[in-house]
């Protein structure tokens, strides 16, 4: 639901209802949510186990479901790359969820979901690390870029991860400086917990209404944190600025006011103007993990 709710809203710069990118549009991320479906299923099935203690943390396998999930939304779409950084982020969530007690109605409280994430993400493995290597090739994300070190690319990564016990943990923490995805999962998921979910808790209560909320949370997210999908395809600075002008669209009141709505269309005109080089994917990632709370915390449109 967070995956499609995360689409359909008309963000600057990303593929919705109404614009695509050249080869990839918003039916390919409908076939990737509903493909994606039976995995979160899965790692909340491996949460529930952790919690009646039939299995331990360690043994999750989240490697192999984030790589199970990939091969998986490929075989159904024919769009590339949809949703590998929504699925890094969530499929930890589900765990989580798994592991986590609910309240009537399958409503869970976020900082206990909180705490319970990050036992997650730091129970990984080796075997995780390497599973998400291939689940990354199949992917095959544009705009990877060179890693300077455990490149996905060397064949010596793989090799390095197993004879040095090098967890998934590990893994994205070396990666963290130069990838947001990697960023929440080694710090706690601030972004997604301490910016985008208050802030779309927030925005909903103002608003009334899903598609403004979205909006702007997602130009709140990017105006904190410059896009590092945005900023390994074209450096850091372009990033910057382009956090920058979301941060204008903020000030002139977003889609709350006239002068807001101009400047957004304009933001979103020059993001799609490069292709994809200004596609602020990693932001868009985020806020489906933000959605993600929000409907495990009770929301329901």
């Avoid at 499609?4 to 990118?21: Q, T």
């Avoid at 395809?233 to 204008?248: D, F, L, M, Q």
Wanted: glycine content about 6%; overall charge neutral; hydrophobic content about 45%.
């Amino acid at each position: 639901m967070a995956i499609l709710f995360e689409v359909s809203a008309d963000k600057p710069g990303n593929v919705n209802l109404i614009v695509g990118f050249e080869g990839t549009r918003y039916q390919h991320f409908l076939a990737s949510a509903v493909a994606a479906a039976p995995s979160f299923e899965w790692a909340a099935e491996r949460g529930l186990a952790v919690s009646r203690r039939e299995i331990h943390i360690n043994d999750v396998g989240l490697g192999q479901i984030i790589k199970d999930c990939v091969a998986n939304i490929n075989a159904w779409q024919q769009g590339g790359n949809t949703l590998l950084g929504t699925i890094i982020l969530l499929l930890p969530i589900a765990v989580a969820a798994g592991v986590t007690p609910t309240k009537e109605g399958y409503i869970f409280e976020i900082p206990k979901l909180r705490k319970n994430l990050k036992l997650v993400v730091e129970s990984t493995t080796p075997e995780d690390a390497v599973k998400v290597f291939e689940a990354i090739k199949i992917a095959n994300p544009s705009g990877l870029g060179k890693a300077p070190e455990l490149d996905i690319d060397d064949p010596e990564s793989v090799n390095r991860i197993v004879k040095k016990n090098i967890s998934l943990y590990q893994v994205f923490r070396i990666a963290s400086s130069y990838d947001n995805v990697c960023y929440e999962w080694v710090n706690d998921y601030p972004i997604t917990f301490d910016v985008a979910y208050p802030c779309l808790m927030e925005q909903i209560r103002i608003t009334k209404d899903l598609n403004v909320a979205i909006i702007h949370t997602f130009l709140k997210a990017l105006a904190e944190y410059p896009d590092t999908f945005i900023a390994r395809k074209t450096g850091i600075e372009k990033a910057r600025e382009v956090s920058s002008e979301a941060k204008e669209v903020l000030e002139l009141g977003g889609l709350e006011t006239s002068r807001g709505k101009q400047r957004l269309r304009e933001f979103d005109l020059k993001l799609r103007k490069s292709g994809n080089l200004l596609n602020p994917g990693t932001t868009a990632d985020i806020i489906a993990a933000a959605l993600a709370l929000t409907i495990l915390g009770g929301y329901r449109p």
